[in-house]
C-alpha cells in the first residue's frame, strides 16, 4: 500500500502549515488554527481527492473481503451522488441518522454534514427514546439503513415508529449493489415528510459563549448530552467549531496521510466522530470502521493472520480505560511476541486514565506514546 505522507493529499494539512510541530513544549491553540483554516469555502472543499484509502471496513468474511473506500471517492460521492434536495430536504435541515456502527454510517455522516444537519441517533434506542431526541433535534426527516438485495427493514422498528408518529421522512439505504468498495451505498426515500407544519430550524449560532465565529457559523452537527447529571442537553456544533477542533487534534498528534486510525468508539457521540472519523480523513489519513467494541478483532487485525488482505496494520486507537482493561486481557491469549511494532500513540478518553493502567499500556505497546485526554459532549 502505497501512501504519500506529504501534506499536499489534504487540504487542511496544507493551511495548518505544520502548525505545532517545532519545539517539544508546543501548545495547540484554536485561535492559532482558526485563522490558519480561515477562508475554506466549504466541508467538502477540505476533504483530500487522493487515490489514498480512506475507510476500511472490518466486518468482512474471506467471501466478502472489501476493498478500501479512497478519498478521492469518497469526495465524489458526498460532492456529486448523494444528493437529499431531490427529496424535499433543503440545505441546512436536520437529518437523524439512526444506523449501527460501520462505514457506510460514516460515510453517511460525512455526506449529511456536507450540506444539512446531522443529528446521529443510537440505533439501539426505544420508540420513546428517539421520540424525544427526534423531536428536541426539530429533525424533519430520518436515515436508516437495510440490509439484503429486498431492502430488509432489519431492526429499524423503534425508528420506524417514530418517524410514523412524528410525521418524517424516511431515507434507507444499503450497501450499494455490485460494489466490492467499503462505506459506498444506494439510497432512497420510503417514507414522504408528512409534518402538518414546518419546523422552524435555527441554523446559525448565534451565541456560541466566547467561541470566535471564522467562515461557518451553520450548524452541522447535533448531539445529546449522556444526562448522568440530569435531562439530556442538546448541543449543536457549527462547522468552524468541528474544523477547529479537528485541526488541533490533528497538529497536536502530528497526524499525516500515512497514519491509520482504528476506531471501536460508537459514531454517535463527540469522541467516535471528530477524533476517530474527521482527524483520520481530513489529515489524508484512514480509519478502519468497527461494527463495535471487539478486544479480539482488535488484535485479530493487528494479526494480519486469516483475516483481511485490505486491512493495513494500524497506527494508533483512541478509546475508554474500559477498553484498555480489555484489550490488555485479550493479549494474555496471545502469541508472544505482540504484533504492536505499528502502533504510534494510543489515546485515552471517556474516564480517567489510571497510573497503574497507562503503565500496563506502555509496557504491552513498547513504543507507543500513551496519551491522556478529556473531553465532552458540550463546547
Not at 425508528?159 to 439510497?187: N, P, R, W
Not at 467561541?211 to 447529571?229: A, M, Q, R
Not at 494479526?303 to 484498555?324: A, C, E, G, I, R
Request: proline content about 4%.
Amino acid at each position: 500500500m502505497n501512501i504519500s505522507s506529504s501534506s499536499s493529499s489534504s487540504p487542511l494539512l496544507n493551511r495548518l502549515n505544520n502548525y505545532g510541530k517545532k519545539g517539544l513544549n508546543r501548545s495547540i491553540r484554536g485561535y492559532d488554527v482558526g485563522n490558519l483554516i480561515k477562508g475554506y469555502t466549504s466541508f467538502i472543499d477540505l476533504l483530500p481527492s487522493s487515490s489514498d484509502p480512506a475507510l476500511y471496513e472490518s466486518n468482512q468474511s474471506s467471501d466478502n473481503d472489501l476493498h478500501p473506500l479512497t478519498h478521492k471517492r469518497l469526495k465524489h460521492f458526498i460532492e456529486n451522488e448523494f444528493d437529499l434536495i431531490k427529496f424535499g430536504i433543503k440545505p441546512n435541515s436536520r437529518v437523524a441518522i439512526i444506523m449501527p456502527n460501520g462505514s457506510e454510517l460514516a460515510v453517511t455522516l460525512l455526506c449529511v454534514m456536507s450540506r444539512w444537519c446531522a443529528a446521529p441517533i443510537s440505533s439501539l434506542n426505544t420508540t420513546n427514546e428517539m421520540i424525544k431526541e427526534l423531536i428536541s433535534m426539530k429533525c424533519i426527516a430520518m436515515i436508516i439503513m437495510t440490509t439484503g438485495t429486498s431492502g430488509a427493514m432489519g431492526k429499524n422498528e423503534c425508528a420506524l415508529e417514530a418517524a410514523d408518529q412524528l410525521g418524517l421522512g424516511v431515507i434507507a439505504i444499503q450497501a450499494m449493489k455490485g460494489s466490492i468498495t467499503a462505506g459506498l451505498f444506494d439510497y432512497k426515500l420510503i417514507k414522504n415528510i408528512e409534518m402538518k407544519s414546518n419546523i422552524h430550524v435555527k441554523t446559525m449560532l448565534t451565541n456560541a459563549n466566547g467561541f470566535i465565529t471564522y467562515d461557518h457559523p451553520e450548524i452541522v452537527l447535533l448531539l445529546h448530552t449522556s444526562g448522568t447529571s440530569g435531562n439530556k442537553k442538546l448541543v449543536p456544533y457549527t462547522l468552524d467549531m468541528l474544523i477547529i477542533g479537528a485541526g488541533c487534534i490533528i497538529s497536536s498528534w502530528n497526524l499525516t496521510p500515512a497514519d491509520v486510525c482504528l476506531n471501536m468508539m460508537p459514531l454517535f457521540h463527540i469522541g467516535g466522530i471528530v477524533r476517530n472519523l474527521l482527524c483520520p480523513i481530513l489529515s489524508g489519513g484512514s480509519v478502519i470502521l468497527c461494527g463495535g467494541f471487539d478486544s479480539v478483532l482488535f488484535w485479530a487485525i493487528l494479526d494480519q493472520v486469516n483475516y483481511s488482505k485490505h486491512l493495513p496494520s494500524f497506527t494508533w486507537y483512541y478509546s475508554s480505560p474500559s477498553m484498555h482493561h480489555t484489550i490488555l486481557l485479550d493479549s494474555e491469549y496471545r502469541s508472544k511476541p505482540l504484533p504492536v511494532e505499528s502502533i504510534r500513540f494510543i489515546a485515552n478518553a471517556a474516564g480517567g486514565l489510571l497510573p497503574a493502567l497507562a503503565k500496563q499500556l506502555k509496557d504491552t505497546f513498547h513504543a507507543a506514546i500513551i496519551l491522556t485526554s478529556y473531553g465532552m459532549t458540550e463546547w
